[in-house]
């Protein structure tokens, strides 16, 4: 790891000068007078502070730190979602942590809230204790891994095709931590009240007769793991920053749901894992992947099952990394799957005309899975994964680069095997890529 950390000496010369060979000559004194001045005048310590933040993900105001990638999202449920996410930042403590977040949906006209607390134990272990509540919606159906700080992850793209959403409050005790040197830890126990927002109902006994329910509890003790062997970082007194390994990128989460305790009503075991690779092949290209699966062996509603990474809509289709962009939302629903995203990239080494330097990329995308309570699940339309699901598809990026780096190419893809539609144009997806690259 490379490490910057801050300066804390005295603006005499005492320490320096036992490390300077020579002392400093008045044209030196004179320049790192003027660099001083220069920074001072233009603060370039407050410069440097924001755009770090914005790497992050943040915007500093003051003593605190908005949220960027919160402001403004958009899914099928909610429209466009306007939102508020504050932290208190350094300027008023670096151990403690406290915030909230204030958000409203412009199509479902539901205002949703939270808050969280955390306290910072050891810098160096990454340890950290803290609690959440939230009053908010959640994906039917959702997934998620140990979160990464950064504004460009495939979720944020993702999150533009989600349908279904249930309302959710939660609440949760965590506790994070380092480990291992190359892993990071998160154990909770969480509570959630889960609502239903369509039709649907999921048939439950109750009293040895059954009865259609479409609300439900849920206790869950867990842990989610991220581990990266021997990933580089940088890290300053602002921001640790990734850089990347040569290594497989593993997330793992387990989590253990409970039955009359904290008000939960299903117990069940479920196991989550992804794992991820890209590699350099000489003079062919850059081979990458992702290998994905889940298993639940309880029988729980829809709302905390699998149903598919998709990305289609009819009306605009933006390709997301890692995702099936012809498999449409909510088309699947399992309580076990394994999935396989494949593709590999030529670069410009086929066809390169000056400025002109489109990435040519081919890929293909794999998913089985099985779903053990079918009939339990009512008013919802959905197919079992049991056949196999595959698609293939041509990418082509970098047809056209602004000046700030942002890159968009176009793309289409073909559902094909058991799961093909009956009209041969509605296997296909074309798309429209984006990506972020320096400018050349």
Same mark, same amino acid.
């Given at each position: 790891?490379? !490490?910057?950390?801050?300066?804390?000496?005295?603006?005499?010369?005492?320490?320096?000068?036992?490390?300077?060979?020579?002392?400093?000559?008045?044209?030196?004194?004179?320049?790192?007078?003027?660099?001083?001045?220069?920074?001072?005048?233009?603060?370039?310590?407050?410069?440097?502070?924001?755009?770090?933040?914005?790497?992050?993900?943040?915007?500093?105001?003051?003593?605190?730190?908005?949220?960027?990638?919160?402001?403004?999202?958009?899914?099928?449920?909610?429209?466009?979602?306007?939102?508020?996410?504050?932290?208190?930042?350094?300027?008023?403590?670096?151990?403690?942590?406290?915030?909230?977040?204030?958000?409203?949906?412009?199509?479902?006209?539901?205002?949703?809230?939270?808050?969280?607390?955390?306290?910072?134990?050891?810098?160096?272990?990454?340890?950290?204790?803290?609690?959440?509540?939230?009053?908010?919606?959640?994906?039917?159906?959702?997934?998620?891994?140990?979160?990464?700080?950064?504004?460009?992850?495939?979720?944020?793209?993702?999150?533009?095709?989600?349908?279904?959403?249930?309302?959710?409050?939660?609440?949760?005790?965590?506790?994070?931590?380092?480990?291992?040197?190359?892993?990071?830890?998160?154990?909770?126990?969480?509570?959630?009240?889960?609502?239903?927002?369509?039709?649907?109902?999921?048939?439950? !006994?109750?009293?040895?007769?059954?009865?259609?329910?479409?609300?439900?509890?849920?206790?869950?003790?867990?842990?989610?793991?991220?581990?990266?062997?021997?990933?580089?970082?940088?890290?300053?007194?602002?921001?640790?920053?990734?850089?990347?390994?040569?290594?497989?990128?593993?997330?793992?989460?387990?989590?253990?749901?409970?039955?009359?305790?904290?008000?939960?009503?299903?117990?069940?075991?479920?196991?989550?894992?992804?794992?991820?690779?890209?590699?350099?092949?000489?003079?062919?290209?850059?081979?990458?992947?992702?290998?994905?699966?889940?298993?639940?062996?309880?029988?729980?509603?829809?709302?905390?099952?699998?149903?598919?990474?998709?990305?289609?809509?009819?009306?605009?289709?933006?390709?997301?990394?890692?995702?099936?962009?012809?498999?449409?939302?909510?088309?699947?629903?399992?309580?076990?799957?394994?999935?396989?995203?494949?593709?590999?990239?030529?670069?410009?080494?086929?066809?390169?005309?000056?400025?002109?330097?489109?990435?040519?990329?081919?890929?293909?995308?794999?998913?089985?899975?099985?779903?053990?309570?079918?009939?339990?699940?009512?008013?919802?339309?959905?197919?079992?994964?049991?056949?196999?699901?595959?698609?293939?598809?041509?990418?082509?990026?970098?047809?056209?680069?602004?000046?700030?780096?942002?890159?968009?190419?176009?793309?289409?893809?073909?559902?094909?095997?058991?799961?093909?539609?009956?009209?041969?144009?509605?296997?296909?997806?074309?798309?429209?890529?984006?990506?972020?690259?320096?400018?050349?």
């Amino acid at each position: 790891m490379l !490490e910057v950390q801050k300066a804390n000496v005295n603006p005499d010369d005492t320490l320096w000068s036992a490390y300077r060979v020579n002392s400093l000559s008045d044209k030196e004194k004179k320049t790192y007078r003027t660099i001083d001045s220069i920074g001072y005048k233009y603060k370039a310590d407050r410069f440097l502070k924001t755009t770090v933040s914005l790497v992050d993900g943040k915007i500093p105001f003051k003593f605190v730190d908005i949220d960027l990638g919160r402001i403004i999202k958009y899914n099928n449920y909610e429209g466009f979602r306007l939102e508020l996410s504050l932290h208190n930042n350094a300027k008023i403590s670096d151990k403690i942590i406290v915030g909230g977040y204030f958000a409203y949906g412009f199509k479902d006209k539901e205002y949703k809230y939270g808050g969280d607390l955390s306290v910072v134990v050891s810098k160096p272990r990454e340890i950290s204790i803290g609690v959440s509540y939230s009053d908010d919606v959640t994906e039917s159906g959702g997934l998620s891994f140990y979160k990464q700080n950064s504004l460009f992850n495939d979720s944020y793209l993702q999150s533009l095709y989600v349908k279904r959403m249930d309302r959710t409050i939660s609440e949760e005790a965590f506790l994070k931590f380092k480990t291992f040197r190359y892993m990071k830890a998160k154990l909770f126990l969480n509570y959630s009240q889960k609502s239903i927002t369509n039709d649907y109902r999921f048939e439950v !006994e109750k009293e040895n007769l059954p009865e259609l329910v479409d609300h439900f509890n849920f206790t869950e003790l867990g842990l989610n793991l991220y581990y990266c062997y021997k990933e580089k970082f940088i890290k300053t007194p602002y921001l640790t920053m990734s850089m990347g390994s040569k290594f497989p990128t593993v997330f793992f989460n387990y989590s253990r749901g409970f039955n009359n305790i904290l008000n939960g009503d299903y117990q069940y075991d479920r196991f989550d894992i992804k794992i991820k690779k890209s590699f350099l092949i000489k003079n062919l290209g850059t081979t990458s992947f992702q290998l994905q699966s889940g298993y639940i062996n309880g029988n729980l509603p829809y709302c905390n099952l699998y149903t598919g990474i998709a990305a289609f809509r009819k009306d605009y289709n933006i390709f997301v990394q890692n995702s099936f962009t012809t498999m449409r939302m909510n088309e699947f629903l399992s309580n076990r799957y394994a999935a396989l995203f494949l593709s590999h990239s030529f670069g410009n080494l086929l066809l390169k005309i000056k400025k002109f330097t489109p990435e040519f990329v081919v890929a293909t995308n794999l998913c089985i899975g099985d779903l053990n309570n079918p009939l339990k699940h009512f008013n919802v339309d959905f197919s079992t994964l049991d056949k196999g699901y595959i698609e293939s598809g041509l990418l082509i990026k970098n047809i056209f680069r602004s000046s700030n780096g942002i890159q968009i190419g176009i793309g289409a893809f073909h559902r094909y095997g058991y799961y093909s539609l009956s009209k041969t144009i509605d296997n296909f997806s074309f798309i429209i890529t984006a990506d972020y690259g320096s400018a050349k």
